[in-house]
């Protein structure tokens, strides 16, 4: 018989009470409201989005790196294995009881990952880091953006409209340099998403990474390297950042 889960802490959010929870020695969860965020025990897709973005700029000499949720720390985790010495990563996080937890109890899931020199938490909206970026241009855009959020875009679904809506895109596009990764991590496919950077000016590739059961998608964008997407004029985000998964 399994064993019970045991909350371990918890918090109050405008979502609902987000709890972490454990069982046995290994099975760690996060809930929010009682519904499950995120599991230690299911996260190929996610490490397969942070890999490839990463991998795609690692030979730059001193790169910039914007994560989106923090989660467990596994996708920060990824990011750090797969970046030089001399790179910067800022991870945006909405919830402080979040970082706690993974500066604490659960810290060893990924080696102490959010403690790395290299990382910089913001208590903040992703949305709000990006459009930052992109009017400030210069050297305060970034070489790589990954979102790894709770469902990822999804086609007539307006809550995520400051993510991954055509201003998102452009302005995600204005805070890459040139060849920049945009990385997205998305519960199924989105044939409107996939217009729409195409529409900003990204190539793009997607992978399904695992084998058998739901599979997950990974999208990883490309800023051209030659053309400079126009600095639009940004709208405030209707609505605040997806909640964070892995």
């Given at each position: 018989m399994a064993k019970p889960w045991q909350i371990l802490d918890n918090a109050d959010t405008d979502e609902g009470v987000i709890e972490l929870r454990q069982r046995g020695d290994k099975d760690f969860l996060i809930t929010i409201d009682n519904r499950v965020l995120m599991t230690s025990s299911?996260?190929?897709?996610?490490?397969?989005?942070?890999?490839?973005?990463?991998k795609a700029i690692q030979n730059q000499s001193n790169p910039r790196v914007l994560i989106?949720?923090?989660?467990m720390g596994y996708t920060l985790?990824?990011?750090l294995d797969n970046l030089p010495?001399?790179?910067t990563v800022v991870v945006a996080e909405l919830n402080p009881v979040v970082v706690k937890w993974c500066s604490g109890p659960i810290a060893h899931l990924t080696n102490g990952a959010?403690?790395?020199?290299r990382v910089t938490v913001e208590i903040a909206d992703v949305a709000t880091l990006i459009t930052n970026a992109a009017m400030e241009g210069g050297n305060g855009r970034f070489d790589a953006i990954i979102l790894d959020l709770y469902e990822g875009p999804h086609e007539g679904d307006d809550e995520y409209e400051h993510l991954y809506g055509d201003m998102a895109l452009e302005l995600s596009g204005s805070a890459l340099m040139p060849g920049g990764?945009?990385?997205v991590w998305s519960e199924d496919p989105d044939k409107s998403f996939e217009k729409r950077l195409s529409n900003a000016g990204f190539s793009f590739a997607k992978e399904r990474p695992g084998r058998g059961g739901?599979?997950?998608v990974v999208y990883i964008a490309c800023r051209p390297e030659t053309t400079s997407p126009r600095r639009p004029t940004p709208k405030k985000p209707a609505r605040k950042q997806g909640r964070s998964k892995k």
């Open positions: 299911a996260n190929r897709s996610e490490l397969v989005l942070s890999e490839l973005a990463s989106g949720g923090l989660g985790q990824a990011a010495p001399q790179a959010v403690n790395d020199p990764v945009f990385a739901r599979r997950h």
